[in-house]
DNA sequence: ATGGTTTTATGATCTTAATCATAAAAAAGT
DNA sequence: ACTTTTTTATGATTAAGATCATAAAACCAT
Protein backbone atom coordinates (compact mmCIF):
# COMPACT_ATOMS: atom_id res chain seq x y z
CA UNK A 1 0.00 0.00 0.00
CA UNK A 2 2.96 2.69 0.83
CA UNK A 3 6.12 2.17 -1.12
CA UNK A 4 9.61 0.95 0.68
CA UNK A 5 10.91 4.29 0.40
CA UNK A 6 7.64 6.12 1.85
CA UNK A 7 7.78 3.79 4.54
CA UNK A 8 11.56 3.88 5.57
CA UNK A 9 11.35 8.04 5.50
CA UNK A 10 8.59 7.64 7.53
CA UNK A 11 10.15 5.94 10.38
CA UNK A 12 8.83 2.34 9.97
CA UNK A 13 10.83 -0.67 11.02
CA UNK A 14 10.88 -3.95 9.71
CA UNK A 15 8.96 -6.95 12.52
CA UNK A 16 9.83 -10.37 11.84
CA UNK A 17 7.02 -12.83 13.50
CA UNK A 18 7.16 -16.48 13.72
CA UNK A 19 4.41 -18.65 12.61
CA UNK A 20 1.60 -18.88 15.37
CA UNK A 21 2.91 -15.59 16.61
CA UNK A 22 0.41 -12.16 17.30
CA UNK A 23 1.14 -8.92 16.32
CA UNK A 24 -1.41 -7.21 18.48
CA UNK A 25 -4.68 -8.81 20.29
CA UNK A 26 -8.16 -7.89 20.30
CA UNK A 27 -9.52 -5.20 22.73
CA UNK A 28 -5.70 -3.63 22.65
CA UNK A 29 -5.31 -0.49 21.49
CA UNK A 30 -4.29 0.81 18.29
CA UNK A 31 -0.68 2.39 18.20
CA UNK A 32 0.84 1.39 14.54
CA UNK A 33 -0.03 1.25 11.01
CA UNK A 34 1.10 -2.71 9.56
CA UNK A 35 2.22 -3.74 6.42
CA UNK A 36 2.75 -7.30 4.55
CA UNK A 37 6.62 -7.06 3.63
CA UNK A 38 7.21 -10.99 3.52
CA UNK A 39 4.52 -14.27 4.52
CA UNK A 40 0.94 -14.22 6.25
CA UNK A 41 -1.02 -12.40 8.73
CA UNK A 42 -4.41 -12.94 9.46
CA UNK A 43 -7.02 -11.40 11.72
CA UNK A 44 -9.54 -13.36 13.65
CA UNK A 45 -11.49 -14.03 16.61
CA UNK A 46 -11.71 -17.16 18.54
CA UNK A 47 -14.95 -17.97 21.01
CA UNK A 48 -14.98 -18.91 24.57
CA UNK A 49 -14.54 -22.80 23.02
CA UNK A 50 -11.96 -21.88 21.19
CA UNK A 51 -13.87 -21.76 17.68
CA UNK A 52 -11.85 -19.57 15.41
CA UNK A 53 -13.34 -17.13 12.79
CA UNK A 54 -10.76 -15.57 10.07
CA UNK A 55 -12.05 -11.90 9.07
CA UNK A 56 -9.18 -11.34 6.78
CA UNK A 57 -5.45 -12.50 5.84
CA UNK A 58 -3.10 -10.54 4.09
CA UNK A 59 -0.01 -10.99 1.57
CA UNK A 60 2.64 -9.49 0.17
CA UNK A 61 2.42 -5.54 0.47
CA UNK A 62 -1.17 -5.43 1.95
CA UNK A 63 -1.81 -3.38 4.95
CA UNK A 64 -4.44 -4.35 7.90
CA UNK A 65 -5.42 -3.49 11.24
CA UNK A 66 -6.10 0.71 9.73
CA UNK A 67 -9.93 1.05 10.64
CA UNK A 68 -8.77 1.81 15.04
CA UNK A 69 -6.41 4.78 13.78
CA UNK A 70 -9.22 6.89 11.92
CA UNK A 71 -11.71 6.64 14.73
CA UNK A 72 -11.33 5.66 18.19
CA UNK A 73 -11.95 2.06 19.30
CA UNK A 74 -10.02 -0.77 20.17
CA UNK A 75 -8.72 -3.94 17.60
CA UNK A 76 -11.84 -5.93 16.99
CA UNK A 77 -9.63 -9.06 16.45
CA UNK A 78 -6.39 -10.20 16.55
CA UNK A 79 -3.37 -10.37 14.54
CA UNK A 80 -1.32 -13.78 13.97
CA UNK A 81 1.28 -14.80 12.07
CA UNK A 82 0.25 -17.52 9.18
CA UNK A 83 4.02 -18.50 8.63
CA UNK A 84 7.41 -16.41 9.66
CA UNK A 85 6.39 -12.91 8.13
CA UNK A 86 8.57 -9.66 8.03
CA UNK A 87 5.85 -6.89 8.78
CA UNK A 88 6.47 -2.94 8.20
CA UNK A 89 5.25 -1.18 11.68
CA UNK A 90 4.58 2.71 11.40
CA UNK A 91 3.89 4.55 14.72
CA UNK A 92 0.23 6.11 14.41
CA UNK A 93 1.32 9.90 14.52
CA UNK A 94 3.27 9.49 11.89
CA UNK A 95 1.39 7.12 9.76
CA UNK A 96 -1.41 10.29 10.18
CA UNK A 97 1.13 12.34 9.34
CA UNK A 98 2.12 11.05 5.91
CA UNK A 99 -1.68 10.63 5.06
CA UNK A 100 -1.81 14.05 5.38
CA UNK A 101 1.40 14.53 3.57
CA UNK A 102 0.12 12.52 0.76
CA UNK A 103 -3.94 13.30 0.33
CA UNK A 104 -3.83 10.69 -3.22
CA UNK A 105 -2.93 7.93 -0.86
CA UNK A 106 -5.25 9.08 1.97
CA UNK A 107 -7.83 8.67 -0.82
CA UNK A 108 -6.61 5.10 -1.43
CA UNK A 109 -6.93 4.06 2.47
CA UNK A 110 -10.71 5.30 2.36
CA UNK A 111 -11.19 3.37 -0.70
CA UNK A 112 -9.45 0.29 0.42
CA UNK A 113 -12.06 0.76 3.86
CA UNK A 114 -14.88 1.33 1.59
CA UNK A 115 -13.86 -2.37 -0.13
CA UNK A 116 -13.78 -3.92 2.60
CA UNK A 117 -16.48 -2.62 4.46
CA UNK A 118 -18.17 -4.10 1.11
CA UNK A 119 -16.89 -7.66 1.32
CA UNK A 120 -17.79 -7.73 5.37
CA UNK A 121 -21.00 -6.34 3.88
CA UNK A 122 -21.54 -9.36 1.61
CA UNK A 123 -19.92 -12.32 4.28
CA UNK A 124 -22.25 -11.64 6.98
CA UNK A 125 -24.95 -11.62 4.73
CA UNK A 126 -23.86 -15.02 3.08
CA UNK A 127 -23.01 -16.84 6.71
CA UNK A 128 -26.46 -15.34 8.30
CA UNK A 129 -28.94 -16.89 5.54
CA UNK A 130 -26.84 -18.59 2.80
CA UNK A 131 -25.99 -22.62 3.17
CA UNK A 132 -22.61 -24.04 3.04
CA UNK A 133 -22.20 -24.35 -0.31
CA UNK A 134 -23.32 -20.57 -1.31
CA UNK A 135 -20.75 -19.18 1.49
CA UNK A 136 -17.62 -21.24 0.39
CA UNK A 137 -18.60 -20.74 -3.48
CA UNK A 138 -18.21 -17.06 -2.25
CA UNK A 139 -15.53 -17.16 -0.62
CA UNK A 140 -13.94 -18.76 -3.57
CA UNK A 141 -14.78 -16.62 -5.94
CA UNK A 142 -13.80 -13.35 -3.44
CA UNK A 143 -10.42 -14.97 -3.10
CA UNK A 144 -9.64 -15.65 -7.06
CA UNK A 145 -10.53 -11.90 -7.56
CA UNK A 146 -8.25 -10.53 -5.80
CA UNK A 147 -5.39 -13.17 -6.27
CA UNK A 148 -2.86 -12.22 -8.64
CA UNK A 149 -3.73 -12.37 -12.25
CA UNK A 150 -0.69 -14.09 -13.30
CA UNK A 151 -1.23 -16.96 -11.05
CA UNK A 152 -5.00 -17.82 -13.07
CA UNK A 153 -4.35 -20.25 -15.59
CA UNK A 154 -6.87 -20.47 -18.63
CA UNK A 155 -9.09 -18.55 -15.95
CA UNK A 156 -8.43 -21.53 -13.04
CA UNK A 157 -7.81 -20.21 -9.98
CA UNK A 158 -6.09 -22.82 -7.64
CA UNK A 159 -6.98 -22.73 -4.16
CA UNK A 160 -4.00 -22.54 -1.58
CA UNK A 161 -6.36 -22.14 1.07
CA UNK A 162 -6.58 -24.97 3.46
CA UNK A 163 -10.05 -26.61 4.16
CA UNK A 164 -9.71 -25.69 8.19
CA UNK A 165 -9.00 -21.90 6.74
CA UNK A 166 -11.94 -21.98 4.68
CA UNK A 167 -14.14 -23.10 7.89
CA UNK A 168 -12.79 -20.48 9.50
CA UNK A 169 -13.68 -17.92 6.94
CA UNK A 170 -17.34 -19.24 6.53
CA UNK A 171 -18.15 -20.09 9.94
CA UNK A 172 -18.12 -23.68 8.99
CA UNK A 173 -16.82 -26.90 10.56
CA UNK A 174 -13.99 -28.34 8.72
CA UNK A 175 -16.16 -31.33 7.72
CA UNK A 176 -18.50 -29.59 6.39
CA UNK A 177 -16.51 -27.68 3.84
CA UNK A 178 -14.94 -30.97 3.25
CA UNK A 179 -18.13 -32.17 2.75
CA UNK A 180 -19.04 -29.20 1.10
CA UNK A 181 -16.57 -29.11 -1.53
CA UNK A 182 -16.96 -32.72 -2.70
CA UNK A 183 -20.72 -31.99 -3.53
CA UNK A 184 -19.23 -28.72 -5.73
CA UNK A 185 -17.20 -31.12 -7.48
CA UNK A 186 -19.76 -33.65 -8.22
CA UNK A 187 -22.05 -30.33 -9.65
CA UNK A 188 -19.16 -29.40 -11.62
CA UNK A 189 -18.63 -25.78 -9.80
CA UNK A 190 -15.14 -26.42 -9.08
CA UNK A 191 -12.72 -29.44 -9.55
CA UNK A 192 -10.18 -30.91 -7.00
CA UNK A 193 -6.63 -32.70 -8.48
CA UNK A 194 -3.81 -33.37 -5.34
CA UNK A 195 -6.25 -32.77 -2.95
CA UNK A 196 -6.37 -28.97 -4.28
CA UNK A 197 -9.36 -27.02 -5.16
CA UNK A 198 -9.32 -25.14 -7.89
CA UNK A 199 -11.97 -22.58 -9.10
CA UNK B 1 -23.55 13.84 8.86
CA UNK B 2 -23.94 16.85 6.34
CA UNK B 3 -25.68 19.86 7.85
CA UNK B 4 -28.73 21.14 6.11
CA UNK B 5 -27.50 24.48 4.67
CA UNK B 6 -24.61 22.78 3.41
CA UNK B 7 -26.66 20.35 1.36
CA UNK B 8 -28.89 22.81 0.30
CA UNK B 9 -25.97 24.57 -1.30
CA UNK B 10 -24.34 21.54 -2.80
CA UNK B 11 -27.48 20.88 -4.53
CA UNK B 12 -28.97 17.96 -2.65
CA UNK B 13 -32.73 17.22 -2.80
CA UNK B 14 -35.41 16.22 0.12
CA UNK B 15 -37.06 13.01 -1.35
CA UNK B 16 -40.32 10.74 0.43
CA UNK B 17 -40.32 7.43 0.34
CA UNK B 18 -43.51 5.69 1.93
CA UNK B 19 -42.95 2.49 4.24
CA UNK B 20 -41.79 -0.73 2.34
CA UNK B 21 -40.50 1.64 -0.49
CA UNK B 22 -36.66 0.71 -1.99
CA UNK B 23 -34.65 3.65 -2.46
CA UNK B 24 -32.11 1.72 -4.60
CA UNK B 25 -31.76 -1.75 -4.88
CA UNK B 26 -28.50 -4.43 -4.41
CA UNK B 27 -26.38 -4.80 -7.68
CA UNK B 28 -27.52 -1.39 -8.58
CA UNK B 29 -24.77 1.81 -9.28
CA UNK B 30 -24.56 4.40 -6.76
CA UNK B 31 -24.88 7.68 -7.97
CA UNK B 32 -25.95 9.76 -4.61
CA UNK B 33 -25.31 10.46 -1.31
CA UNK B 34 -28.20 9.88 1.04
CA UNK B 35 -29.00 11.08 4.38
CA UNK B 36 -32.07 10.34 6.46
CA UNK B 37 -34.05 14.15 7.45
CA UNK B 38 -37.19 11.56 8.56
CA UNK B 39 -38.07 8.65 9.62
CA UNK B 40 -36.21 5.23 9.75
CA UNK B 41 -34.40 3.40 6.34
CA UNK B 42 -32.62 -0.01 6.90
CA UNK B 43 -30.33 -2.14 4.26
CA UNK B 44 -30.97 -5.53 3.81
CA UNK B 45 -30.52 -8.30 1.80
CA UNK B 46 -32.86 -11.19 1.02
CA UNK B 47 -32.03 -14.40 0.11
CA UNK B 48 -33.87 -16.67 -2.11
CA UNK B 49 -36.24 -18.14 0.38
CA UNK B 50 -36.78 -14.63 1.10
CA UNK B 51 -34.89 -14.36 4.59
CA UNK B 52 -33.93 -11.33 5.10
CA UNK B 53 -30.32 -9.90 6.73
CA UNK B 54 -30.33 -6.38 8.03
CA UNK B 55 -27.27 -4.59 7.46
CA UNK B 56 -27.98 -1.55 9.23
CA UNK B 57 -30.92 0.76 10.43
CA UNK B 58 -30.45 4.66 9.99
CA UNK B 59 -32.44 7.37 11.92
CA UNK B 60 -32.99 11.19 11.76
CA UNK B 61 -29.28 12.77 10.33
CA UNK B 62 -27.16 9.45 9.67
CA UNK B 63 -26.02 9.05 6.66
CA UNK B 64 -26.00 5.54 4.39
CA UNK B 65 -24.46 3.53 1.31
CA UNK B 66 -21.84 6.25 1.11
CA UNK B 67 -18.79 3.58 0.63
CA UNK B 68 -19.96 2.72 -3.19
CA UNK B 69 -19.11 6.19 -3.86
CA UNK B 70 -15.63 6.17 -2.79
CA UNK B 71 -14.34 2.52 -4.63
CA UNK B 72 -15.36 1.23 -7.99
CA UNK B 73 -18.47 -1.45 -6.43
CA UNK B 74 -22.26 -1.60 -6.75
CA UNK B 75 -24.38 -1.49 -3.60
CA UNK B 76 -23.91 -5.15 -1.77
CA UNK B 77 -27.92 -4.83 -0.48
CA UNK B 78 -30.77 -2.64 -0.60
CA UNK B 79 -32.26 0.64 1.10
CA UNK B 80 -35.55 0.15 1.84
CA UNK B 81 -38.42 2.64 4.31
CA UNK B 82 -38.99 1.16 7.61
CA UNK B 83 -41.65 4.18 7.85
CA UNK B 84 -42.83 6.86 5.53
CA UNK B 85 -39.07 8.56 5.72
CA UNK B 86 -37.64 11.74 4.35
CA UNK B 87 -34.15 11.34 2.48
CA UNK B 88 -31.84 13.97 1.01
CA UNK B 89 -30.09 13.06 -2.19
CA UNK B 90 -26.70 15.02 -3.52
CA UNK B 91 -25.26 13.40 -6.59
CA UNK B 92 -22.02 11.81 -6.11
CA UNK B 93 -19.78 13.94 -8.25
CA UNK B 94 -21.51 17.03 -5.84
CA UNK B 95 -20.88 14.77 -3.11
CA UNK B 96 -17.18 14.24 -3.91
CA UNK B 97 -16.93 17.96 -4.51
CA UNK B 98 -18.10 19.21 -1.20
CA UNK B 99 -15.90 16.49 0.63
CA UNK B 100 -13.21 18.13 -0.94
CA UNK B 101 -13.69 21.74 0.06
CA UNK B 102 -14.09 20.39 3.43
CA UNK B 103 -11.25 18.23 4.34
CA UNK B 104 -12.92 17.72 7.77
CA UNK B 105 -16.34 16.57 7.06
CA UNK B 106 -14.08 14.13 4.48
CA UNK B 107 -12.24 12.98 7.80
CA UNK B 108 -15.49 12.66 9.62
CA UNK B 109 -16.45 10.48 6.70
CA UNK B 110 -13.29 8.19 6.81
CA UNK B 111 -14.36 7.68 10.65
CA UNK B 112 -17.81 6.82 10.28
CA UNK B 113 -16.19 4.33 7.73
CA UNK B 114 -13.99 2.96 10.15
CA UNK B 115 -16.49 2.45 12.81
CA UNK B 116 -18.97 0.74 10.72
CA UNK B 117 -16.35 -1.93 9.85
CA UNK B 118 -15.55 -2.19 13.37
CA UNK B 119 -19.41 -3.11 13.94
CA UNK B 120 -19.42 -5.61 11.27
CA UNK B 121 -16.15 -7.27 12.01
CA UNK B 122 -18.09 -7.83 15.20
CA UNK B 123 -21.35 -8.77 13.95
CA UNK B 124 -19.66 -11.37 10.95
CA UNK B 125 -16.95 -12.95 13.95
CA UNK B 126 -20.81 -13.17 16.30
CA UNK B 127 -22.58 -14.57 13.85
CA UNK B 128 -20.52 -17.49 12.82
CA UNK B 129 -19.08 -18.47 16.36
CA UNK B 130 -21.14 -17.29 19.15
CA UNK B 131 -25.00 -18.54 20.22
CA UNK B 132 -28.20 -17.32 20.02
CA UNK B 133 -28.35 -15.55 23.50
CA UNK B 134 -24.51 -13.79 22.57
CA UNK B 135 -25.60 -12.33 19.48
CA UNK B 136 -28.73 -10.83 20.70
CA UNK B 137 -26.78 -9.21 23.60
CA UNK B 138 -24.44 -7.53 21.54
CA UNK B 139 -26.96 -6.23 18.97
CA UNK B 140 -28.97 -4.59 22.08
CA UNK B 141 -25.50 -2.98 23.35
CA UNK B 142 -24.80 -2.09 19.83
CA UNK B 143 -28.06 0.08 19.72
CA UNK B 144 -27.83 1.22 23.24
CA UNK B 145 -24.65 2.85 22.76
CA UNK B 146 -25.93 4.07 19.64
CA UNK B 147 -28.78 5.45 20.94
CA UNK B 148 -29.88 9.31 21.81
CA UNK B 149 -28.50 9.56 25.64
CA UNK B 150 -31.49 11.23 26.90
CA UNK B 151 -33.69 8.61 25.65
CA UNK B 152 -31.67 5.98 27.76
CA UNK B 153 -33.38 6.19 31.91
CA UNK B 154 -31.26 5.31 35.17
CA UNK B 155 -28.71 3.45 33.10
CA UNK B 156 -32.28 1.39 30.83
CA UNK B 157 -32.73 1.52 27.02
CA UNK B 158 -36.06 0.58 25.79
CA UNK B 159 -35.34 -1.22 22.91
CA UNK B 160 -37.42 -0.52 19.63
CA UNK B 161 -36.75 -3.21 17.71
CA UNK B 162 -39.39 -6.00 17.16
CA UNK B 163 -38.38 -9.55 17.72
CA UNK B 164 -38.83 -10.17 13.68
CA UNK B 165 -35.73 -6.85 13.34
CA UNK B 166 -33.70 -8.40 16.06
CA UNK B 167 -33.84 -12.04 14.19
CA UNK B 168 -32.87 -10.11 11.00
CA UNK B 169 -30.04 -7.90 12.18
CA UNK B 170 -28.65 -11.41 14.02
CA UNK B 171 -29.16 -13.78 11.37
CA UNK B 172 -31.79 -15.98 13.46
CA UNK B 173 -35.59 -16.57 13.38
CA UNK B 174 -38.50 -14.86 15.69
CA UNK B 175 -39.42 -17.73 17.52
CA UNK B 176 -35.54 -17.96 18.70
CA UNK B 177 -35.23 -14.66 19.77
CA UNK B 178 -38.35 -14.46 21.62
CA UNK B 179 -37.57 -17.93 23.61
CA UNK B 180 -33.85 -16.41 23.90
CA UNK B 181 -34.90 -13.30 25.22
CA UNK B 182 -36.80 -15.32 27.71
CA UNK B 183 -34.29 -17.02 28.71
CA UNK B 184 -32.44 -13.32 29.08
CA UNK B 185 -34.68 -12.14 31.23
CA UNK B 186 -34.60 -15.31 33.49
CA UNK B 187 -30.87 -14.67 34.06
CA UNK B 188 -31.49 -10.71 34.66
CA UNK B 189 -29.56 -9.67 31.41
CA UNK B 190 -32.68 -7.49 30.74
CA UNK B 191 -36.26 -7.17 31.50
CA UNK B 192 -39.47 -7.04 29.94
CA UNK B 193 -42.42 -4.67 30.39
CA UNK B 194 -45.16 -4.38 28.31
CA UNK B 195 -43.80 -6.53 25.71
CA UNK B 196 -41.14 -4.45 25.03
CA UNK B 197 -37.35 -5.33 25.83
CA UNK B 198 -35.12 -2.72 28.59
CA UNK B 199 -31.39 -3.09 28.65
C1' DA C 1 -66.41 0.44 16.83
C1' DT C 2 -64.69 -2.85 13.55
C1' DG C 3 -61.90 -5.46 10.54
C1' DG C 4 -57.32 -6.21 9.12
C1' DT C 5 -52.51 -6.42 10.03
C1' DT C 6 -48.57 -6.88 12.87
C1' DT C 7 -46.31 -8.57 16.76
C1' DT C 8 -45.61 -11.70 20.40
C1' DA C 9 -46.17 -16.25 22.00
C1' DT C 10 -45.82 -21.46 22.58
C1' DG C 11 -45.78 -26.34 21.64
C1' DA C 12 -44.39 -30.19 18.39
C1' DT C 13 -41.53 -31.91 14.90
C1' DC C 14 -37.84 -31.91 11.68
C1' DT C 15 -33.46 -31.07 9.43
C1' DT C 16 -28.99 -29.78 8.87
C1' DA C 17 -24.69 -28.98 10.24
C1' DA C 18 -22.03 -29.93 14.50
C1' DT C 19 -19.95 -33.25 17.05
C1' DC C 20 -17.55 -37.48 17.90
C1' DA C 21 -14.57 -41.11 16.52
C1' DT C 22 -11.16 -42.84 13.77
C1' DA C 23 -7.72 -43.13 10.14
C1' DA C 24 -4.87 -42.49 6.12
C1' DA C 25 -2.11 -39.37 3.36
C1' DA C 26 0.93 -35.63 3.14
C1' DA C 27 4.00 -32.29 4.98
C1' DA C 28 7.24 -30.66 8.25
C1' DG C 29 10.73 -31.11 11.66
C1' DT C 30 14.81 -33.34 13.74
C1' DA D 1 15.08 -42.06 7.84
C1' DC D 2 11.96 -41.57 11.22
C1' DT D 3 8.82 -39.16 14.24
C1' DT D 4 5.50 -35.65 14.77
C1' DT D 5 2.16 -32.57 13.10
C1' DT D 6 -1.06 -31.11 9.80
C1' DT D 7 -4.43 -31.91 6.48
C1' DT D 8 -7.90 -34.50 4.29
C1' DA D 9 -11.29 -37.98 4.70
C1' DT D 10 -15.58 -40.70 6.14
C1' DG D 11 -19.11 -42.83 8.89
C1' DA D 12 -22.33 -42.51 13.00
C1' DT D 13 -24.74 -39.83 16.22
C1' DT D 14 -26.50 -35.71 18.33
C1' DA D 15 -28.30 -31.35 19.30
C1' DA D 16 -29.61 -26.82 18.38
C1' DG D 17 -32.15 -23.96 15.97
C1' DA D 18 -35.40 -23.95 12.04
C1' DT D 19 -39.74 -25.03 10.62
C1' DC D 20 -44.61 -25.79 11.10
C1' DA D 21 -48.96 -24.89 13.21
C1' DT D 22 -51.82 -22.15 15.77
C1' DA D 23 -53.46 -18.29 18.53
C1' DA D 24 -53.88 -14.32 21.44
C1' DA D 25 -52.71 -9.58 22.18
C1' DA D 26 -51.71 -5.17 20.41
C1' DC D 27 -51.81 -1.85 16.97
C1' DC D 28 -53.61 0.56 12.92
C1' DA D 29 -56.77 2.33 9.47
C1' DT D 30 -61.18 3.81 8.22
Redesign the interface.
Known amino acids: MIDHTSLLNSGAVLKKYKRGEFLFREGSIARYYYQVHQGEIKMN?Y?QEG???I?GIFTKEKSFG??????D?KY??NAEAIVDSEVWQLPKEKFLKFLEENPDIHHK??????????Y??????E????EPEHRILRILDYFKKNSDPNTIESNTYKVELTRQQLADL??LRVETVIRSIKKLEQKGELFIKDRKVYR
Chains 1, 2 share one sequence.
Not at 66 to 71: I, T, V
Not at 120 to 125: F, P
Open positions: NNKEYQEPPLFAFPAFTSTLALRLYKAIMVSISTQTG
